[in-house]
């Protein structure tokens, strides 16, 4: 199929024009609602006035072509129905083939592995600070002092627990 260029559709309708003032009755309602959709179509600005968002993850900016969103718009319409018209055992291979390659993507670390890692150097950095510190003469306040030894603990115990669960 050849593209539809402005130029095409603007010398399609001038033909149709020219028929509709040659013959005596005007066109017929075939012909007439080709016209009326020829120039409709030829109404479309070239470019995008704005910038226009299809989600999930199309975007456009403003001024790329009018013929790129409407072939995405195609092209996305058709995907749909591809997949619609899929049986279920095609559906199914069709979601295992997509799985197949997603595990081929490098995977990102969950955020309990980075929570883990955070509270291990938070261990690590308060027992420096218990190690090279004198917490009976820098600390007076018994409440600090409780909670400066329980922190810790209360991090190991969530530690273990977010290992035991991967």
């Not at 989600?55 to 072509?65: A, H, N, Q, V």
């Not at 690590?124 to 007076?140: D, I, P, Q, R």
Request: hydrophobic content about 40%.
């Amino acid at each position: 199929m050849t593209s539809i260029t402005r130029e095409w559709l603007e010398k399609t309708i001038a033909e149709f024009e020219n028929t509709r003032n040659d013959i005596p009755f005007g066109l017929d309602d075939d012909s007439a609602k080709i016209l009326k959709v020829l120039k409709q179509a030829l109404a479309y600005p070239e470019t995008l006035p704005c910038p226009v968002h299809l989600l999930p993850g199309l975007c456009f900016g403003k001024g790329c072509k009018t013929e790129g969103l409407l072939i995405a718009l195609q092209r996305r319409a058709e995907y749909y129905a591809e997949l619609d018209a899929m049986t279920p055992e095609e559906r199914m291979k069709y979601n295992d083939n997509i799985e197949a390659i997603r595990q081929l993507l490098p995977q990102p670390e969950s955020p309990v592995t980075v929570l883990c890692l955070a509270l291990e150097r938070m261990l690590k950095m308060h027992e420096l600070v218990m190690n090279k510190t004198n917490v009976g003469a820098s600390f007076y306040d018994a409440e600090c002092i409780r909670e400066m030894n329980l922190a810790p603990i209360q991090a190991w115990q969530a530690l273990t627990f977010a290992r035991s669960k991967q």
